[in-house]
Each structure stands twice: as C-alpha cells, then as structure tokens.
C-alpha cells in the first residue's frame, strides 16, 4: 500500500509540479504582453491629449487676444437700459468699451463706444484711426452709420438718426479730440451740441467753443470766414444729398458726409491720407486751425457727454 500511494503521490506531485509552473509561466506571459499593450495604448493616448491639450491651449490664446484687441463688447445684459454713455459711468461701469445703448426716443437698441476716460461717460460717435474703413458713403449710410463697431479703435459714424435721438435727450456738450503724425495732441468742445431729425436733414446746432485746436467747425478763428465756413445751421450732405452753399458738391468734391456750408474749415470724415497731401480738393481729415487744409489727421474721435454730468465717484 505504501508503494503504491508513494506512487501515486510522487506521480500527482510530479504533474503538479510540471504543470503548475507551466501554467503560472504561460499565464505570466499573457498578462505581460496584455499589459505592454495597454501600456502601448495608453502612451498613444497620452500623446494625443497632450496634442490636443497644446491645440486647446494655443485657441484659447487666440481668443484671449481676440477679445483683448478686437472685440471690446462689454453686456450688460437686459435688466437696465441706458440713454447714453453717461448713465452707464454713474451706474458703476467705468471701463471703455462698446455697450448697448437706448435714448428715449430711440426705436431700437443700437451699439457705441463708450469713452470712459477725461472723467468718463462720453459717446462717441465718430472715430477715425487707421483709415481702414470708407467714409465716402451715400446719405443712407450716414443716416444708418457704418464702419467697425467691434474694435476698441476700430473707425465708425455712429449714425445720424442714432446721433439724433442721442443728442436730443437733453443738453449734450460735444468734444473733438485730434491727434497728429507729430504726436501732439488737440481738442475742441463745443457747448449744446444738437443734431435734428431727418426732416431737418440732421441740422447742426452747437454753441460756445473751448478748447486747443481752435474753432474750425464755427469759422470762429476769423469773423471773415463765418460765411462759409460756419457750420451751425448746416444740414448734413452728403454726394447723392447736396445740402450745402456751395453752387456745386461739396460732398462729391470733398469725398465726405458733413455739415458743409461752403464748403469747410473743418472735414473730419475726410479721406485717410496720413499728414501733408496734395489733391485737387481739401478733402483729407482737416482741421484747418490746427493744420491747415492740406494736412490729414492721425486720429479723431468726436464724442459727446451731457452738460451737467458730474461723475458719480463710488
Ligand atoms: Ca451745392
């Protein structure tokens, strides 16, 4: 009995022995070439994320700088509207920026820049910059507005009938700043500034001058060129709209939508021409107390803010 259960015990101990390693060895193996793959296939996965985190990465970039240089759009959503840039500085908002914008009479909600430097709360409505939109524009254009209301220095004409219902909400002081290709800078400010309905073809009003440019929009630098180059009273023309004194087109002649009496002292949605120019008409940027009329202008921004604004320093 002994034998044979040593027999049998030696036989069962012997298969075991050359069994379980074989299978421990083989099972091993398997698992080891089973984890070298995943480990392949999470190495390749690792490599992708991180493409793709890198790609991520260089678009969220890009629309950082977006928003920083060109889309300078501050919402604030629906819960107020405001009249002009003015009631948006005394509620607290005192970044420059686009916002949306409703005066009283307004029918629709319409974008401008708000400036909400030199003490804040300006509208502006004009702003030439880089010469990178057209302002030679029929009337409906002018009526409407055009040009980048997007970009913090981005060119635009706020719009006549918008310029209209803005500047008819009360008693709005207008300022003029310039700047050369010198890099000297200028203003003027007109006290009462107004412009009327499309009846009245947008006529000009404005009062009172003060300021470093002199007074180029009223004639007001010599009583001899208030004839024709006082602005007040003027309707707007523009080449398909002649509205002016003159026997021909001051707006055709002039490449412009203004005020022209007979024709100016003063064209600031004249062509981009970037300092001295020579033309057959003075139809740059011009300035004429400043310049002259053979002189075109780096920069304009024309803005408007109400007389008895006091900011609200909170
Ligand atoms: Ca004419």
Redesign the pocket.
């Known amino acids: 009995f002994p034998q044979v259960f040593t027999r049998v015990l030696s036989s069962v101990v012997n298969s075991l022995t050359l069994r379980y390693p074989t299978v421990t060895l083989q099972s091993c193996f398997q698992e080891q070439l089973r984890l070298k793959a995943q480990v392949r296939l999470l190495e390749y996965r690792v490599k992708q994320q991180q493409v793709k985190i890198v790609q991520l990465l260089q678009e969220k970039e890009i629309q950082y700088s977006d928003q920083e240089d060109e889309n300078s759009f501050i919402d604030l959503g629906e819960k107020r509207q405001y009249a002009d840039c003015a009631e948006i500085y005394n509620d607290g908002y005192k970044r420059s920026g686009f916002y949306k914008l409703k005066s009283f009479q307004s029918p629709s909600e319409f974008l401008a820049y708000c400036d909400m430097s030199d003490g804040g709360g300006w509208t502006v409505f004009q702003r030439r910059s880089d010469g990178s939109q057209k302002f030679d524009r029929v009337w409906t254009d002018y009526e409407q507005g055009f040009g980048n209301f997007a970009s913090a220095d981005g060119e635009y004409w706020l719009g006549n009938k918008n310029l209209h219902y803005l500047t008819n909400q009360g008693n709005y002081t207008l300022r003029i700043d310039l700047s050369d290709f010198e890099g000297e800078r200028r203003f003027a400010q007109y006290k009462s500034f107004r412009v009327a309905d499309e009846e009245s073809s947008y006529q000009l009003s404005c009062g009172e001058y003060s300021g470093t440019a002199g007074d180029s929009l009223t004639g007001g630098f010599h009583p001899e060129v208030k004839w024709w180059a006082d602005l007040r009273g003027m309707k707007f023309s523009t080449r398909d709209r ?1 509205n ?1 004194n ?5 707006a055709e002649e002039d490449t412009s939508g203004w005020w022209f009496n007979r024709c100016h002292s003063s064209n600031l949605n004249g062509v981009y021409y970037k300092g001295p120019y020579t033309a057959k008409t003075d139809n740059g940027i011009v300035w004429y107390t400043w310049h002259g009329w053979w002189y075109s202008l780096k920069s304009v921004v024309m803005k408007v803010r109400p007389a008895d604004f006091e900011p609200n320093v909170v």
């Open positions: 002649d002016d003159y026997e021909g087109n001051c």
